[in-house]
Structure formats: C-alpha cells, structure tokens
C-alpha cells in the first residue's frame, strides 16, 4: 500500500471539510468542531469504558438519519456536551440542516464527544453558565482549512499520561483516495516507549513530521513500565481520546462504521494502556462521497480502513510533538 501525505497534512485535506478552534485560558479547555461543506455520511466506533456523546445514536446504520452536518469535540466532561448545541444554533442560523414540513427552521445533526479536563489547570467554577455554547459558536465561526494543533481546541486542557496532550491531525493519499484525522489526545495511557523515551507512533510516521528523536529518554526518572501513565500518577479519571476520520470515498453508513471500527486500532498503536474502563475512547468516520470505491470495494474498504488507522496514530504522534507545558504539565518535547 503506497501511502504518502497530503499537502497540509490535516484533516482538512480532505475536499470539503474545515475545522475551527476555540478555547478558553481562563477555565484551561476548549472546543474543536469539523463542519462539513454539505451534509456528510457518519458512524463512529466507541471503545472505551467511559464514554460522553451527545446523538450518537443517530449514526447507527439501522437509523434514519442518513448524513450530519458536523461533528464536536469538547472539552469539560458532560458541560462540554453544550458545545454541539452551540454549533447547531449556529448552523440553523445560516439554514443548515434538516427541513420539516412549511416550517422555515433547519434542525442540523450534530454528533459530539466529550473528554474530562475539569482537574487541569485554572479553576472551573463557572457557575450556572459553563463556557461550551459560546466555544462552539466560536469554533464554528473560526472553521477553515487550516488550524492549530498542539495546545488548541479540545486538546487545550488535555494530558496523555504524565505529560501534556493535545490536538493533533494528519493525512495521507492512497489508490486515489485521501484519508484525514483529527484527534484531541487526553488517554490515562502513555504515548511514550518506556525503553526509549520516544514516541510509540514513531514507526507510523511520514516525512519527518513527529521531528527528531529524543537523544535521551524524557524524564526517564518517570517512565516505569507503564510508560508514565497516568495509572503511574494515580489520577486515573481525568481522561478519554476522542478522534475524527475522514475520507472522500463514497461509503454507506455501515461502510463508514467499518472505517471507524478499524481507525480505532490507530489508537492502540499509539497509546498504552487504552480503551481503559477510565476511558471515553470515541472515533467518528466521516466520508464526503466524492470518490467511488469502483472494482472491489470491500477489498478497498478494508485498505481505506488501514490506511485510516495508520493516519489516527500519526496524528496522534504530532499532538505530542505539538503540544506544550501548560500549568505545570511537561510537554514530551522539551521547549
């Protein structure tokens, strides 16, 4: 399988997606949302033992709704489900979303997924008016072609192991067909090789874009055999990995939830432990439905379906490589 990156290396690579970012210093969290140019097929995968979404449901392949108008990551545990109603809001402001009957309001399909970040940082003492909605108004009113990664969005608040998290987003091309991810990384696991100090996505990676290798191991003082979990650190609730694959490929919902089942593996491959029963670990696939599978497709579902994997766990690399300390949290890569 001849596998390269796409010009950005982002999600948005993908034809018809953008992705906006919003986030607040002051409560240390933040929303991302990927917006759609038109309506797009959905699944998503859950694997972990914790989860938090918001319609959900709605992407099973046994269910009516057949596409969504975006997707939202969040921040904030269960008040980070608000964001979603911040997007449709937005959406249905600019006609977005479903019609019914004479009735002139648009009902947008907004599927979203949350991660736990309430201990990060500066105090979350909001009161009755936690700060999703208008985060993702704002990251919805933000969304382009480009976008941070690192300390941005829904990984602004978020910790892999012992060190920071992150957002983080690759692509790649393959037999016609682009592939994305985007992920905000915040696992009770560890992305970092024990005996090495370095990254366990560092195999996947493609033209350099995890930068070099550590000459050492990382705090080597901290990373047992459990790599520097956060297991290690006993603060095992404060977590969940929450992903976005996408592709142009033409694909039913039940296409789509094969391609999310097999992204998850990205994952595995990049963090250890995962799918923890401290986890919310949650994978959306998304496919713009602008190239046919053609000759085989269950055969090029399954190499879409690798190929998706592979770009998860690269993109989850560069949230590593992309983050940095913030409120006492070491980044893996030393400023």
Known sequence: MNVTPNAKNLITDVAGLRVGNAHSAQYATGVTVVLPDEPVTAAADVRGGAPGTRDISALDPSCLVDAVHGIVLSGGSVF??????????????????????????????????????????????????????????????????????????????????????????????????????????????????PASGDLWARPFELNGELGPAPAKPTSAGRLTPLGGSKLDARAAGANTTIAVVATDAVLTKAQAQRLAIMAS?????????????FDGDTVFALATGRTPLRDQPNETLAMLGSAAADCLTRAIGRAMASAEPLHGVDAWRPA
């Open 80 to 193: 980070g489900l608000d964001a979603a109603g911040g997007v449709i809001s937005y959406l249905s402001e600019r006609g977005v979303g479903l019609s019914f009957g004479k009735s002139a309001l648009r009902i947008p399909v907004v599927p979203s997924a949350i991660l736990f970040d309430l201990t990060f940082g500066a105090d979350k003492s909001w009161g009755a008016t936690p700060p999703y909605r208008g985060l993702g108004i704002e990251a919805a009113r933000a969304a382009g072609a480009t976008f941070d990664l690192g300390n941005a969005g829904a990984g602004y608040g978020a910790t892999a192991g012992i060190f920071k998290g992150g957002l983080g987003s690759a692509s790649s091309v393959f037999g016609g067909f682009t592939i994305g991810a985007l992920v905000a990384l915040n696992p009770v696991g560890s992305c970092i090789n």
């Open 265 to 277: 593996d990205g994952m595995a491959r990049a963090i250890r432990p995962i799918h923890s029963p």
